[in-house]
């Protein structure tokens, strides 16, 4: 892999916890000293922050489409009349 | 408590979410009319259930609860008490969703840089997905994804994620000119 990926996967492994003890420390040495590695890592945080903010929004897409196929396809319908029926007042 | 389970594309995950549904929505759906709420709330709370479900249960190591339908309800339970709280507070709903291991300063992605990643950048996006999110194993992604094996699924993987991460940086170096 080029560098820059080989930068990512370290700083990955840091983020997940995958060092092994002494390379986490010598991780955490080199981020006191650079200010740009800090920086780095954020930014890669932040990355990893908007994948799961895209992967639930995709996944609550997919719950949806369930909810719609539960509330109008014939096979389900005795379902959702009792669900239905527990709001009747 | 049964083994991990992975869900390889949206068709198994539909079949796992109607299974779910049928289990566990009869008896959220009583509770929540029991506390005075709506269908649509029920459904609502449910589907935010189901994230959090689905999260708990695909994440590395874990293991599927053996009563789905208890835990379930346990989850409804902790949110309809949150959206309540929330709502005495005059809080809108949608600002306390179901985020419960929610990263300090995390911003919300922009709209602007969540439709680039949902058009431009799908396919690496669903790519890191399937490795962060869904936690699917390596040579079940690299199949998924065309690749003829793990070192060349690993690398398209962190091209994805240097394009994103390029793409987050963008973006929020924008936020910052706007506002400062």
């Given amino acids: 892999m080029r560098t820059s990926l080989n930068n990512i996967k370290t700083i990955e492994d840091h983020l997940f916890g995958y060092h092994a003890p002494g390379d986490a420390l ?36 997919e719950i949806a489409a369930v909810q719609t196929k539960l509330t109008h396809e014939p096979q389900h319908l005795g379902f959702m009349q009792k669900i239905i029926n527990l709001f009747k007042k | 408590m049964a083994e991990q389970i992975f869900m390889r594309s949206a ?30 709330q029920a459904q609502d709370i449910f589907q935010d259930a189901l994230v959090v479900y689905y999260e708990k249960v695909q994440a590395p190591g874990a ?50 840089l969540m439709h680039y990643l949902e058009t431009a950048g799908q396919k690496c996006m669903d790519m890191l997905r399937a490795y962060y999110y869904d936690h699917l194993p390596a040579g079940d992604i690299a199949t998924l994804f065309g690749y003829s094996g793990l070192r ?29």
């Fill in chain 1, 26 to 61: 010598v991780f955490e040495a080199r981020m006191i000293l650079n200010s740009g590695l800090r920086d780095e890592v954020q930014q890669q945080q932040n990355t990893y922050d908007v994948i799961r903010e895209y992967s639930r929004k995709r996944l609550k897409a």
């Fill in chain 2, 11 to 40: 068709a198994e995950r539909e079949v796992f979410f109607i299974g779910l549904y049928k289990k566990a929505f009869p008896a959220v759906a009583r509770y929540v009319s029991r506390m005075g709420g709506s269908l649509e």
């Fill in chain 2, 63 to 112: 293991t599927v609860p053996q009563n789905e339908k208890a835990y379930l309800l346990g989850i409804t339970k902790n949110l309809w008490s949150q959206a309540y709280k929330a709502a005495c507070k005059n809080q809108p709903l949608d600002d306390m969703q179901a985020d419960f291991e929610a990263v300090a300063d995390e911003q919300p992605a922009t709209n602007k």
């Fill in chain 2, 152 to 180: 060349s699924a690993t690398v398209a993987k962190y091209k994805c994620l240097e394009k994103v991460r390029d793409k987050v940086k963008e973006n929020s170096l924008s936020y910052a000119d706007f506002i400062e």
